[in-house]
């Protein structure tokens, strides 16, 4: 599976502007769901699991299984 770039993480916040107030984890979502065109809870939350500093922002969240991470994308998606 992809591993999170955060050089390519840098680059994707400076190039797209926060309009709608996202946090660094939120961003990040938008990152991997952008770059590796992935749609798929699961195949985000195996990303995301990882690496070390994703999986502090996921336990942050209380985020531990891709039904979560659905959910959170749900609201993100419809706030």
């Known amino acids: 599976m992809a ?25 990040l ?12 809870p699961d195949d985000i939350l195996e990303i995301l ?6 999986q502090q922002m996921l336990e942050k969240r209380g985020i531990a299984d891709s039904v979560q991470i659905e959910e959170y994308l749900y609201k993100l998606a419809h706030p």
């Open 29 to 40: 979502l938008e990152f991997i769901r952008s770059t590796d065109n992935l749609i798929s």
């Open 49 to 54: 699991a990882e690496d070390v500093l994703s």
């Open 3 to 27: 591993q999170i770039n955060w050089d390519q993480f840098k680059k994707f916040k400076q190039e797209h502007p926060n309009r709608s107030g996202y946090d660094n984890f939120q961003l």
